[in-house]
């Protein structure tokens, strides 16, 4: 079973001329422990999807990434 241990926000700092400041949200970065496997995921998901998933979806996720599942 894969233990999710930190998930980390990707922002990425995307500054126009009108919006030198601007930030734009880039995925989350899921570290995971699988067994005596480690590794991490980035999952390219909405911010307002993101806000709202559990510990469980991001899970759930994670094991659809790896599987290659769309």
Do not use: C
């Not at 980390?8 to 995925?27: C, H, K, Q, R, S």
């Not at 806000?51 to 899970?59: E, G, K, S, V």
């Amino acid at each position: 079973m894969i233990r999710v241990s930190r998930v980390d926000v990707n922002w990425l700092e995307a500054g126009t001329f009108e919006n030198p400041m601007a930030v734009i949200y880039g995925g989350l970065i899921v570290h995971y422990f699988n067994g005596g496997v480690e590794g991490q995921v980035t999952l390219d998901i909405p911010e307002n999807v993101a806000m709202n998933l559990t510990l469980n979806d991001i899970r759930e996720r994670v094991v659809l990434k790896l599987r290659g599942v769309q």
